[in-house]
């Protein structure tokens, strides 16, 4: 018989309960018992919700208090240096925390590891430092005990592992020219070692996750995966399921195959197109894991679909050597749309959540085992609610798709080359050499929170909290203008966040109230979800940019976030590419870039954070990402006028893969992230000549210190080596939301007198 599967539940609790158990502990006002109970709540819950959900092998150890890649660093003894001193001091678990979240007090400061996306989900882990000559030890307790748990409950769970490979992978390593995967054959004695307790308490499966198998690998790491698995193989083990997922095996197949291992898990979510492949090379006697639902977004399965796919493995493998199970961990999706009582009826009738996917697996082992009339009610009613979703008018609108056929290539082109219209531009906005600005938003304090807060459950209404909004722009018009800056910005009051701020007012999106998926820790997010064409049906900026304008001569940046962070950051359709919705947000945005001139906005700024994000995990696919996604961008600016000067910002160093597409964005001015990394992206700048105006962050905004003058004037001197002085931008690193006043005032301060003092040695 086949058997059903789950890789992993959402670790945050039904109701964010281990959110509010985290921060109520380390605000000191619960105990580590209240917190380890809390966990052993959620994860017996889980358990339970995914037997009965029909999941015959339940994970044990996907759920983690922080983050799964830090619990692995924790199990193979891989502390940093600089956190033994707090060894003798803080309780193991409070040594874990202060690993993920940095460690302070009275004079001694810990920097937190690094956080870093998951492969390209919207989740973050902990990464990893590997020294060359790193020594490991098996600390494996929790894996016993949530074992442990779970047998106490009648169930014989499968740990989830992150794989030797993956792990180094996934590493940084401490010293330049040392790459992690040196040391993998320490570390391969610690799975050895782990391995050999998990066969003695009874462990049937692991759980191997290599998720990098999806990516190209070199050389080293092929061989990495040989010898990591054959000698694994070799010591006393549970059966072992390598684990992948997020994309195609492709040219790892065959290295996949040929691992000495008891079964592979594959993608055939995001990969539907291997399973042929999968199944002609898969070695006799192995267990092959169809991952057949997704669980990264929130869409209904195709389950006639799945079930053709789940045919074609019987028929081939025959049904005792299929698992069933979702194509990764279900903890990048929402947990329970049963909770969402405001949906659209009709939308909320085409989603599934992580419980509903369960549902999913199930009748898709039944169908691997022939159940054909027990499961023919359930397909029916499937196909009947895909094709409600096809047919639906909230879904296709028609004026958009004409709107789409209607672009050309004409459309992605601005009147004049950067050199024209930076002239044009100095004429109508007559800036000052060494232009100083700021990225957005300004802080928004717990006054601003509680206004909206206020507005959102009526006790204020439209009016007042609109008036208050109008209050503390002008504000903090006047205090840039006494400051000094010469091109302004509103201050992003009136936003929440950048995406969801836009998404509400475009039509096709909708929202939960409980759609929430970990970001970091004990951070979730809610993403709005994209299910239909998407059309503005009115301005979403204007009023507020047109009002700060009025209120100043300087100008006042128009201020709009790029398509493909709106798509980045959203659950997104499933019923058409990619490229095609951020095709019709581009859209959007363009008719609000026409508004915003109309209005007399002079500069206007259409952030992309999240444009890196959405390379692909394979090399081969990014050329194709990077035309349409920098079409996109260049569609939205595409009509604007010669006069208007077009910025963007992006918040992130490493631009070494991909300054040709930033280049194309052809945006007047670029901002970017700099400080952090003290200025070293500037030697990609100068490798490639980036061609227009540039402001490399000159203040990391992530962190309360205010830079000095000095500081400033010296990154400034050091950004002149690589940018010509009529094209050097002075600005902070990111947006200002998170911080306060009292560090914003003077770093600004400090930042302005910085641009004049360099004005003066000119
Ligand atoms: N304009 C946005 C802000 O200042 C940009 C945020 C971002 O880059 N993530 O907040
Ligand atoms: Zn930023």
Redesign the pocket.
């Known amino acids: 018989m086949s058997i059903t599967a789950s890789l992993g539940y959402p670790r945050i609790g039904r109701n964010r309960e281990l959110k509010f158990a985290l921060e109520r502990y380390w605000a000191g006002k619960s105990t580590a018992e209240d917190l380890l109970r809390s966990a052993r709540e959620i994860r017996q819950l889980n358990w339970q919700v995914q037997k009965e959900g029909g999941i015959q092998l339940v994970p044990c150890n996907d759920f983690s208090l922080y983050d799964h890649v830090l619990d692995t660093t924790w199990m193979v003894g891989a502390i940093p240096e600089r956190f033994s001193e707090l060894k003798s001091c803080l309780s193991d678990l409070d040594l874990y925390f202060a690993m993920a979240r940095g460690w302070q007090k009275e004079n001694t400061q810990v920097a937190a590891m690094e956080m870093t996306k998951w492969f390209d989900t919207n989740y973050h882990y902990i990464v990893p430092e590997i020294a060359a000559n790193q020594r490991f030890c098996l600390n494996d307790s929790k894996i016993l005990e949530e074992w442990k748990e779970t047998r106490a409950i009648g169930i014989n769970a499968r740990p989830v592992l992150l794989g030797p490979v993956s792990y180094l992978l996934l590493s940084k390593p401490t010293s330049p020219g040392f790459l992690p995967l040196m040391v993998l054959d320490r570390l391969i004695e610690i799975y050895a070692e782990l391995f050999g307790h998990l066969a003695e308490a009874g462990v049937e499966w692991v759980q191997m996750d290599e998720p990098c198998l999806v990516q190209d690998l070199a050389m080293e790491a092929v061989d990495a995966y040989r010898k990591a698995y054959t000698a694994l193989s070799k010591v006393r083990h549970p059966r072992i399921l390598l684990t992948t997922y997020f994309g195609r095996l492709d040219s790892n197949l065959s290295l996949a195959q040929e691992l000495p291992v008891d079964g592979l898990h594959v993608d055939l979510v995001q990969a539907p197109g291997q399973l042929d492949e999968v199944l002609a090379t898969c070695p006799a006697g192995r267990i092959l894991s169809l991952g057949l639902v997704s669980g990264r977004n929130v869409w209904r399965t195709d389950l006639s679909a799945a079930v053709s796919m789940v045919d074609k493995a019987v028929e081939k493998l025959g049904r005792e050597r299929l698992v069933v199970a979702p194509a990764c961990s279900l903890m990048f999706c929402p947990q329970d749309l049963e909770l969402e009582t405001e949906l659209d009826i009709d939308v909320k009738s085409w989603l599934a959540f992580a419980r509903q996917k369960l549902t999913e697996v199930s009748i898709l082992g039944m169908a691997a085992n022939g159940e054909v009339d027990a499961i023919r009610p359930a397909l029916v009613k499937n196909r009947r609610i895909l094709e409600s979703r096809k047919q639906s008018a909230k879904v296709t609108n028609p004026t958009v798709q004409e709107a789409v056929k209607k672009i050309t290539e004409k459309d992605h082109y601005r009147h004049n080359s950067y050199i024209r219209r930076k002239i044009i531009q100095k004429n109508e906005l007559n800036l000052p050499v060494f232009p100083t600005t700021?990225?957005?938003?300004?802080p928004q304090t717990l006054e601003v929170r509680q206004k909206r807060s206020k507005f959102n459950r009526g006790i204020i209404d439209k009016s007042e909290y609109e008036t208050y909004l109008r209050e503390e722009i002008f504000k903090a018009i006047r205090l840039q203008e006494n400051i000094g800056l010469d091109v302004l910005?509103h201050g992003?009051f009136e936003?929440t966040d950048?995406v969801e701020y836009f998404a509400q007012q475009l039509e096709g999106f909708a929202f939960t109230l409980h759609g929430w998926v970990q970001s970091y820790g004990s951070r979730a997010v809610r993403p709005p979800i994209l299910f239909g064409d998407i059309s503005r049906p009115k301005p979403m900026t204007v009023e507020w940019s047109k009002y700060a304008q009025s209120l100043t001569d300087k100008p006042v940046k128009g201020?709009l976030?790029g398509p493909v962070?709106i798509l980045q950051w959203s659950f997104i359709r499933d019923d058409q590419p990619r490229q095609k919705t951020c095709r019709q947000l581009a859209i959007a945005l363009r008719a609000e870039v026409a508004d915003l001139e109309k209005a007399g906005i002079k500069i206007i700024?259409v952030?992309?954070?999240?444009l890196r994000e959405g390379l692909p995990l394979r090399v081969a696919d990014r050329a194709d990402y990077l035309r349409w996604a920098v079409d996109c961008f260049r569609l939205v600016v595409g009509g604007a006028a010669s006069e208007t000067q077009i910025h963007t910002?992006?918040?992130y160093c490493e631009f070494g893969d991909f300054m040709e597409a930033i280049i194309r964005m052809d945006a007047d001015v670029i901002s970017i992230e700099a400080s952090r990394s003290n200025m070293e992206l500037l030697d990609k700048f100068r490798e490639l000549s980036y061609p227009n105006d540039i402001g490399p962050g000159v203040y990391d905004i992530h962190s309360p210190r205010v830079p000095d003058q000095k500081e400033i004037e010296s990154l400034l001197r050091k950004a002149l080596t690589v940018i010509p002085v009529d094209r050097l931008w002075v600005n902070p690193d990111?947006?200002?939301?998170t911080r306060g006043w009292d560090e914003v005032i003077p770093a600004l301060t400090n930042m302005v007198a910085a641009a004049q003092k360099m004005r003066i040695g000119l």
């Open positions: 700021t990225i957005g938003s300004f910005v992003e936003r950048m201020m976030t962070t700024q952030d992309e954070p999240a910002h992006m918040c990111c947006g200002l939301k």
